[in-house]
């Protein structure tokens, strides 16, 4: 390792961790010293502010306060890696988790899984669609084995608890609407026509879209939704599905 390179890397410690031997002896100079602590104070912030950009329903659930707490202590944690900030954050839903004072909030960690799949949606590529044209080109045959690709943008995010209705009030409401169901919930999160949309899966769809984001062809995909939901129609589901741009290919379609 360069000089550099192990100048870098101590620095980085001291800035997120608190303190490095390497540095102490240009540290015993108060400007230094006060110097470090501006710009620890400044990236702080500044990483602490992205992250409530970020996930803003956790931040209206807990109060900015308490986010902001639990933020920085995130950061120290597991402070960026790249110096492409857009997606830094990636792991605060685990964070969350395991995050003692947050232990009551049940649902808390699936809210963050949500408001992280939202902003991976938005920034996620813009790929065409699979269009109905080349679904409706298949025999029976063929329609019965199809494995399809989920869009670039496509995310499923289930929960035991009522996460995603407790995430949808609290981002899109300006009165948050009382949530009565305890859960599980399943929710599907995609991006078509340059917007993010979202929406509640019921058992039988999820079964359907999991299976299908899982690799199995869509006859076997149609079976498991049937064994959970014996009243949806595939057929319907699936047609629903492939209208709103939430898979991108057909297995064995050319790039």
Known sequence: MSDLSR???AFARTVFAGGDAE???ALADPAAAGGLDVYRNNVLTALVDGLAKDYPVVERLVGRDFFRGMAAEHVRNDPPRSAVLTLYG???PAFVAAFPPARDLVYLADVARLDRAWIECLFASDSDPLSPDRVGALDDDAFAVARLAPHPSARLIASPHAAYSIWRTNREDDVVTPIAAAGPETALIWKNAGAVRH???GDGEAAFL???????GLSDAAGDALAVE???DPLLTFASLVAGGVFDSLEGDAA
């Open 7 to 9: 100048f870098q890397d």
């Open 23 to 25: 540095l102490q002896p």
């Open 90 to 92: 990636g792991g605060f």
């Open 199 to 201: 929406r509640r899966l």
């Open 210 to 216: 999991h299976a299908l984001f899982s690799g199995a």
């Open 230 to 232: 014996a009243d949806l």
